[in-house]
């Protein structure tokens, strides 16, 4: 297993946010996570990449292995420059005064193969032509579509090869949102391993190899996509069916 989450339970103040979940990501798979807002998705996220809460003290119980080593005591930074994990965060979070180059470089900041990051810039820009376009103009400027490919974008150039996604598609169009999930599947196929948390639940698991279901801090199912897409609870809670 490249990931494996056990019995996980993570505490804010007086608040169980997850109440001991566990789940594994082999090397190579797109794994994903599906619920509902406040499910405890992005929480298990932001422990992954051990990425402290910014309101209550966090409580942290269970373990995170990665490559079979635990990483629940592994410093946010070590993560990426070290274990090559890199995240794609809710919102974007990309910076609005910097450029567009200006933001893909530097994410390499850990970085010191020269060659190789002048060859991620350029796949970067192979997957996602409109950066290349607008590459010298300031990220604020650009649509939510653009600013999102710019995110995983900027993910990439950490060298890395586990991409952690948290709603990608939230706030795109149908098309941007096809268009971003067909990069994803691209980037699987040429290696990448991605686990997503993702809203829309069948673009997702249509996506997915495996999937689980997180309601309110626990797992609430899990098998392949296309079990859980014809599983008849998974279908009338999160599907539409």
Do not use: W
């Amino acid at each position: 297993m490249l990931l494996t989450v056990e019995n996980l339970k993570v505490k804010y103040g007086n608040i169980q946010a997850l109440q001991g979940i566990s789940f594994n990501v082999d090397k190579g798979e797109i794994v994903t996570l599906i619920g509902a807002n406040g499910a405890g998705k992005t929480t298990t996220l932001h422990s992954i990449c051990r990425l402290p809460p910014p309101e209550a003290p966090k409580v942290v119980e269970g373990d995170i292995k990665f490559k079979g080593e635990s990483i629940l005591s592994t410093e946010p930074h070590t993560l990426v420059s070290v274990h090559n994990i890199a995240l794609v965060p809710e919102g974007r979070h990309i910076f609005g005064n910097l450029t567009v180059k200006e933001n893909l470089t530097l994410a390499t900041y850990a970085r010191k193969d020269t060659e190789g990051i002048k060859r991620q810039l350029k796949h970067v820009f192979e997957l996602f032509p409109r950066l290349k376009e607008r590459e010298n103009q300031r990220s604020e400027s650009l649509s939510g579509g653009e600013q999102q490919m710019l995110a995983v974008g900027r993910a990439l150039m950490t060298g890395c090869d586990f991409l952690l996604l948290d709603e990608p598609s939230m706030g795109l169009s149908p098309l941007l949102k096809y268009e971003l999930f067909r990069t994803l599947k691209r980037l699987n196929q040429e290696g990448m391993t991605i686990l997503l948390i993702e809203q829309n639940a069948s673009l997702a698991l249509h996506l997915a190899h495996r999937g689980y279901v997180l309601d309110t801090g626990e797992m609430a199912a899990e098998g392949t996509s296309e079990e859980l897409i014809n599983d008849p609870e998974v279908k009338r809670a999160y599907l539409g069916g």
